[in-house]
């Protein structure tokens, strides 16, 4: 029966509204007991076709307790639906408790909930792993009728959604009958993402709905007045196009790609808004407090614009939002679609959108997104398999609540989508690291957790493991941040422990908008006044870069290869790339092009590679360790998105020797072996796992004494329990996603038999931007004017030979201003079997 309750029907028809097909197929899953994956454009009613099924029971069957639980990737995300819930549902008069449950959530309102739980609780990943592990999670959870996971495809494949894939299993084990809805507006592998919601791990058992599309969105490109820089990320040049395009909307979410671009961008703007209109940041370093008065005054319609991280990318329904401006390049289709629904938040009105690039290739990776955009074309990868660490702090979250049997939790756990492959051997190996740490940590009492009884039944072994999991639960590991506050004031955020411990009292930092000066340190704040003389410097956040998607990659070849898509392309870039094709070659779609040539007494070499700046630096990393062993004397790389450009002593006489496939055999066995990287990986692996413990009922631990607990007990696994399962956890965590191999793989095998080497005699267009990026840091007076005679230098040679090369140049023509940032060290001595010095942007 496709119809609606009559109270029901009134309300859209009192709205000027009809329910959606999609929203109806949704109601139809729901009496038929399914569950149900919906995937519709943004504005097209998901939230409401989520909602709508539990509303109708609600009020067809009225009951106290929990019927209906929301789970979002975003604490501002749940606080915003509920804000939407709570319209329709006092304006029809029902009689439904709603409410949040985040780590934002006062404790005496969550020991309310615990007693009295609401009809619907919208919540996270976290809070919800630990209302799962209390005593009073199987009375709680018992009459659960509907779990809701919204933005599903944000979650699916990530560490946050092994841990909401095991908390849904155990939700079906406590409410057997409870149906699944999953929600998402940009789905590239339906049928994986079908198989993590379900409750089986099998994608039959899951419905799949899908909505008409929407109205296609329109996306322009903005570029700076004059020449547009050859290298630079922020986007800053086009800060007055920016700000002149907020004054002429009525709200403007302006999108950046990193909490440091965020806070150069809003502070560039507030430089140029004469008119005084209120603008905002948003960003998540910044106090809950002050992210929570950003978005109720967005929803109110008192902001004019907002400058904004992926803090905001999903979701978040400010229907008064007209435009959406992405600076700098997005990185991904299905990331800028996300960002792109976010104006005009109405499946049949077209979202408009502008991209702003920071440089030449991004505007080609920016005509690349439209490209693909417009051929409805998505990326992103299926879901990977779960975790072994979170499977760690779930084993424990479990023995919090309540004794079970392996056998019992190990057939619960393989029903969960992400850990559908898990083997009998790897549960039981995490089983025993929880109980003990494993053979070569069990003589240590701190490593004890669990223990089995007489009957094999796993116990937790006290309440005080019990209170150190909730302090260290959870699946984001970052680097240590330190509390920054206001002398006399409030806390402003959070910054990185490693950002302040370079600062000297006096310095001046640029963070929460506003110019800040160092006062000192007062235990684990760091207290601060506002103004000071100087260029600030801008707090950075390590693993906050957004790699280049494979698909964008490859359409960015495309259009290299093809001048026929130049069209799309502004002319100073079109000139650009016929520079290179006269004095290079032009990069083709499904080989590979190497430059090299001499400069100041080095040899440089310059690979289009186009797979990311992680994947750039693992396979710089591989190619100078094989340049070692062919005597080509490796002096450094530098890895950005598009290139991997490497200077060494001697002349690399045949590239190709560097891109064979058996570079990801022994060269990355050992680079793997002896660098640095598995040792950060154990440590953030041990810490989601519980074995190290960061944070305790009387202190938090630094990251120095973290760094020195996990290297000891990383070398006496590898000493005496090689294969431990958490170093088999740091191994498979490396190769799916620190090192991208499955990238440079690709690459290489596309590579074999069809790479072109041009030896030139000097830097190419094309190269450029790269050579900019080495040793590119803010500098000021006669080593600011050193570094444009070297920029100018590099363009002068790029366009030696040339037909024809328009214009006069300045350091803005090369490179965008930015405000100062701290020293970047990149220089590193040479030792034998060390990597050269690293530059990724």
């Given at each position: 029966?496709?119809?609606?309750?009559?109270?029901?029907?009134?309300?859209?028809?009192?709205?000027?509204w009809?329910?959606?097909?999609?929203?109806?197929?949704?109601?139809?899953?729901?009496r038929?007991?399914?569950?149900?994956?919906?995937?519709?454009?943004?504005?097209?009613?998901?939230?409401?076709?989520?909602?709508?099924?539990?509303l109708?029971q609600l009020?067809?069957?009225?009951?106290?307790?929990l019927?209906?639980?929301?789970?979002s990737?975003?604490?501002?995300l749940?606080?915003?639906?509920?804000?939407?819930?709570?319209?329709?549902?006092?304006e029809?008069?029902?009689?439904?408790?709603?409410?949040?449950?985040?780590g934002?959530t006062?404790?005496?309102?969550?020991?309310?909930?615990?007693q009295?739980?609401?009809?619907?609780?919208?919540?996270?990943?976290?809070?919800l792993?630990?209302?799962?592990?209390?005593?009073?999670a199987?009375?709680f959870?018992?009459?659960?009728?509907?779990?809701?996971?919204?933005?599903?495809?944000?979650?699916?494949?990530i560490?946050?959604?092994?841990q909401?894939?095991?908390?849904?299993?155990?939700l079906?084990?406590?409410?057997?009958?409870?149906?699944r809805?999953?929600?998402?507006?940009?789905?590239?592998h339906?049928e994986?993402?079908r198989?993590?919601?379900?409750?089986?791990?099998?994608?039959?058992?899951?419905?799949?709905?899908?909505?008409?599309?929407?109205?296609p969105?329109?996306?322009?490109v903005?570029?700076?007045?004059?020449?547009?820089?050859?290298?630079?990320?922020?986007?800053?040049?086009?800060?007055?196009?920016?700000?002149?395009?907020v004054?002429?909307a009525?709200?403007?979410?302006?999108?950046?790609?990193?909490?440091?671009q965020?806070?150069?961008?809003f502070?560039?703007?507030?430089?140029?808004?004469?008119?005084?209109?209120?603008i905002?940041?948003?960003?998540?370093?910044?106090?809950?407090?002050?992210?929570?008065?950003?978005?109720?005054?967005?929803?109110?319609?008192?902001?004019?614009?907002?400058?904004?991280?992926?803090?905001?990318?999903?979701?978040?329904?400010?229907g008064?939002?007209?435009q959406?401006?992405?600076?700098?390049?997005?990185?991904?289709?299905?990331?800028?679609l996300?960002?792109v629904?976010?104006?005009?938040?109405?499946?049949?009105?077209?979202?408009?959108?502008?991209?702003?690039?920071?440089?030449?290739?991004?505007?080609?990776?920016?005509?690349?997104?439209?490209?693909?955009v417009?051929?409805?074309?998505?990326?992103?990868?299926?879901?990977r398999?779960?975790g072994?660490?979170?499977?760690?702090?779930?084993?424990l979250?479990?023995a919090?609540h309540?004794?079970f049997?392996?056998?019992?939790?190990?057939?619960?756990?393989?029903?969960?989508?992400a850990?559908a492959?898990?083997?009998?051997?790897?549960?039981?190996?995490t089983?025993?690291f929880?109980?003990?740490?494993g053979?070569?940590?069990?003589?240590?009492?701190?490593?004890?957790?669990?223990?089995?009884?007489?009957?094999?039944?796993?116990?937790?072994?006290?309440?005080?493991?019990?209170?150190?999991?909730r302090?260290?639960?959870?699946?984001?590991?970052?680097?240590?941040?330190?509390?920054?506050?206001?002398?006399?004031?409030p806390?402003?955020?959070?910054?990185e422990e490693?950002?302040?411990s370079?600062?000297t009292?006096?310095?001046?930092?640029?963070?929460?908008?506003?110019?800040?000066?160092?006062?000192?340190?007062?235990?684990?704040?760091?207290?601060?006044?506002?103004?000071?003389?100087?260029?600030?410097?801008?707090?950075?956040?390590?693993?906050?870069?957004?790699?280049?998607?494979t698909?964008l990659?490859?359409?960015?070849r495309?259009?290299?290869a093809d001048?026929?898509?130049?069209?799309?392309?502004?002319?100073?870039?079109?000139?650009?790339?016929?520079?290179?094709?006269?004095?290079?070659?032009?990069?083709?779609?499904?080989?590979?092009?190497?430059?090299?040539?001499?400069?100041?007494?080095?040899?440089?070499?310059?690979?289009?590679?186009?797979?990311?700046?992680l994947?750039?630096?693992?396979?710089?990393?591989?190619a100078?360790?094989?340049?070692?062993?062919?005597?080509?004397?490796?002096?450094g790389?530098?890895?950005?998105?598009?290139?991997?450009?490497?200077?060494?002593?001697?002349?690399p006489?045949?590239?190709?020797?560097?891109f064979?496939?058996?570079?990801?055999?022994?060269?990355l066995?050992?680079?793997?072996?002896?660098?640095?990287?598995?040792?950060?990986?154990?440590?953030?692996?041990?810490?989601?796992?519980?074995?190290?413990?960061?944070?305790?009922?009387?202190?938090?631990?630094s990251?120095?004494?973290?760094?020195?607990?996990?290297?000891?007990i990383?070398?006496?696994?590898?000493r005496?329990?090689?294969?431990h399962?958490?170093?088999?956890?740091?191994?498979?965590e490396?190769?799916?996603?620190?090192?991208d191999?499955?990238?440079?793989?690709?690459?290489?095998?596309r590579?074999?038999?069809?790479?072109?080497?041009?030896?030139?005699?000097h830097?190419?267009?094309?190269?450029?931007?790269?050579?900019?990026?080495?040793?590119?840091e803010?500098?000021?007076?006669?080593a600011?004017?050193?570094?444009?005679?070297?920029?100018i230098?590099?363009?002068e040679?790029?366009?030696?030979g040339?037909?024809s090369?328009?214009?006069?140049?300045?350091?803005?023509?090369?490179?965008?201003?930015?405000?100062?940032g701290?020293?970047?060290?990149?220089t590193r001595?040479?030792?034998?079997?060390r990597?050269?010095?690293?530059a990724a942007?």
């Amino acid at each position: 029966m496709r119809t609606l309750p009559e109270l029901f029907a009134g309300w859209f028809a009192g709205r000027g509204w009809s329910p959606r097909p999609h929203q109806l197929d949704m109601l139809e899953a729901a009496r038929a007991g399914e569950s149900a994956l919906l995937i519709a454009p943004t504005g097209g009613g998901k939230t409401l076709a989520g909602f709508l099924p539990s509303l109708i029971q609600l009020y067809e069957l009225p009951r106290k307790g929990l019927h209906t639980l929301y789970i979002s990737p975003l604490k501002a995300l749940a606080v915003d639906i509920a804000r939407n819930l709570e319209a329709p549902v006092a304006e029809m008069g029902l009689d439904i408790t709603i409410e949040t449950r985040t780590g934002d959530t006062p404790a005496n309102r969550r020991a309310r909930q615990r007693q009295n739980p609401p009809n619907i609780l919208l919540t996270t990943p976290e809070s919800l792993t630990l209302l799962l592990a209390s005593p009073e999670a199987g009375s709680f959870f018992a009459d659960l009728a509907c779990i809701v996971v919204d933005e599903a495809h944000a979650l699916a494949g990530i560490k946050r959604g092994d841990q909401l894939s095991l908390c849904l299993s155990r939700l079906s084990a406590l409410a057997p009958a409870s149906r699944r809805v999953g929600l998402s507006a940009t789905v590239n592998h339906p049928e994986a993402l079908r198989a993590w919601l379900s409750p089986t791990a099998r994608a039959e058992d899951v419905a799949l709905v899908r909505a008409a599309p929407g109205a296609p969105p329109s996306i322009g490109v903005q570029l700076p007045e004059g020449r547009l820089p050859w290298g630079g990320h922020m986007g800053l040049a086009s800060a007055p196009e920016i700000m002149a395009r907020v004054a002429a909307a009525r709200v403007t979410i302006v999108f950046v790609n990193t909490r440091a671009q965020a806070e150069l961008v809003f502070a560039a703007l507030w430089k140029l808004n004469e008119e005084a209109l209120p603008i905002a940041l948003h960003h998540g370093s910044l106090t809950v407090e002050q992210r929570r008065k950003v978005e109720a005054a967005m929803a109110a319609g008192r902001l004019r614009g907002v400058v904004a991280t992926s803090s905001l990318d999903l979701g978040i329904d400010w229907g008064d939002v007209d435009q959406v401006i992405q600076v700098g390049a997005p990185k991904g289709v299905s990331r800028l679609l996300q960002r792109v629904g976010r104006a005009n938040h109405r499946m049949d009105e077209a979202s408009a959108a502008v991209l702003v690039p920071a440089n030449r290739f991004e505007v080609i990776e920016c005509a690349a997104a439209i490209e693909s955009v417009a051929a409805g074309e998505l990326d992103g990868d299926p879901p990977r398999p779960g975790g072994l660490d979170v499977l760690a702090q779930h084993i424990l979250a479990m023995a919090c609540h309540a004794p079970f049997r392996p056998d019992d939790l190990y057939a619960e756990v393989t029903r969960a989508g992400a850990y559908a492959g898990l083997s009998r051997r790897d549960f039981d190996d995490t089983l025993r690291f929880v109980e003990d740490g494993g053979y070569a940590l069990s003589s240590y009492e701190r490593y004890r957790r669990l223990f089995r009884d007489s009957e094999g039944m796993i116990h937790v072994r006290g309440k005080e493991v019990a209170l150190q999991l909730r302090l260290n639960l959870g699946t984001i590991v970052e680097q240590p941040l330190l509390k920054v506050k206001l002398r006399g004031g409030p806390v402003l955020g959070e910054v990185e422990e490693y950002f302040l411990s370079t600062l000297t009292l006096g310095d001046t930092f640029l963070f929460a908008g506003q110019v800040l000066r160092f006062e000192g340190m007062s235990g684990m704040v760091a207290q601060v006044s506002r103004g000071g003389t100087g260029e600030p410097r801008v707090p950075a956040y390590s693993g906050s870069r957004m790699p280049l998607s494979t698909h964008l990659g490859s359409r960015v070849r495309d259009i290299l290869a093809d001048p026929s898509h130049w069209a799309l392309l502004p002319p100073s870039v079109q000139e650009w790339l016929d520079l290179q094709r006269q004095i290079s070659e032009l990069p083709s779609s499904d080989g590979l092009l190497v430059e090299t040539f001499p400069r100041g007494g080095r040899w440089y070499m310059v690979a289009y590679t186009f797979e990311g700046p992680l994947a750039h630096q693992t396979l710089g990393m591989l190619a100078t360790r094989r340049m070692e062993r062919l005597g080509w004397g490796p002096l450094g790389f530098v890895a950005t998105d598009y290139v991997l450009a490497i200077w060494s002593a001697f002349e690399p006489a045949d590239p190709a020797a560097l891109f064979t496939e058996d570079l990801l055999g022994e060269e990355l066995e050992e680079w793997v072996a002896e660098s640095s990287m598995l040792r950060r990986t154990f440590r953030n692996i041990a810490t989601i796992a519980g074995l190290i413990q960061k944070n305790h009922p009387d202190a938090e631990k630094s990251r120095k004494q973290m760094s020195v607990n996990s290297d000891l007990i990383y070398d006496v696994l590898r000493r005496h329990e090689p294969d431990h399962v958490l170093l088999r956890a740091t191994r498979a965590e490396a190769a799916w996603g620190l090192t991208d191999v499955a990238r440079i793989g690709s690459l290489l095998a596309r590579a074999k038999g069809h790479i072109r080497h041009r030896r030139l005699d000097h830097v190419s267009p094309l190269g450029v931007p790269a050579l900019l990026e080495i040793g590119h840091e803010r500098v000021s007076g006669g080593a600011e004017d050193a570094m444009l005679a070297e920029a100018i230098a590099l363009v002068e040679e790029a366009t030696e030979g040339a037909d024809s090369f328009s214009g006069q140049l300045g350091l803005g023509d090369l490179i965008e201003d930015r405000p100062a940032g701290p020293p970047i060290d990149r220089t590193r001595r040479r030792q034998p079997r060390r990597a050269p010095k690293v530059a990724a942007r």
